[in-house]
């Protein structure tokens, strides 16, 4: 299994950025997946999840109507849309399999992609 992630950066605060992840070695089309983040000093926070089929999406409250998640079966890719960035969603982004709790554990997750949110 490998995921990699990308799209993270340097940002100020109210900017958007869009999280890529595309995986490999495995189908990531009938997995539910997750993004995840770890802020600085923290420890890891799950941020939203998408079932396999795309038809049901979860968010965690305080990204609620900010962060959207997608995928894209075809092109074994998973999508994280970030509005309205603050400086609180400082952090490494992951992708990982699974929902909730089980993407916290899974050791199937990328290197993560950095993002900062700063003025």
């Known amino acids: 299994v490998q995921l990699v992630e990308s799209g993270g950066g340097l940002v100020q605060p109210g900017s958007s950025l869009r999280l890529s992840c595309v995986g490999s070695?495995?189908?990531?089309?009938?997995?539910?997946m997750s993004w995840i983040r770890q802020p600085p000093g923290k420890g890891l926070e799950w941020v939203s999840g998408?079932?396999?089929?795309?038809?049901?999406?979860y968010v965690e409250d305080s990204v609620k109507d900010r962060f959207s998640i997608s995928r894209d079966n075809a092109k074994n890719t998973l999508y994280l849309q970030m509005n309205n960035l603050n400086p609180d969603d400082t952090g490494t982004y992951y992708c990982?399999?699974?929902?909730?709790?089980?993407?916290?554990?899974?050791?199937?997750r990328g290197q993560g992609t950095q993002v900062t949110v700063s003025s």
């Open positions: 998408i079932t396999s089929n795309g038809q049901n999406t």
């Open positions: 990982a399999r699974g929902l909730g709790f089980r993407a916290l554990q899974t050791m199937d």
């Open positions: 070695g495995f189908d990531l089309g009938s997995a539910e």
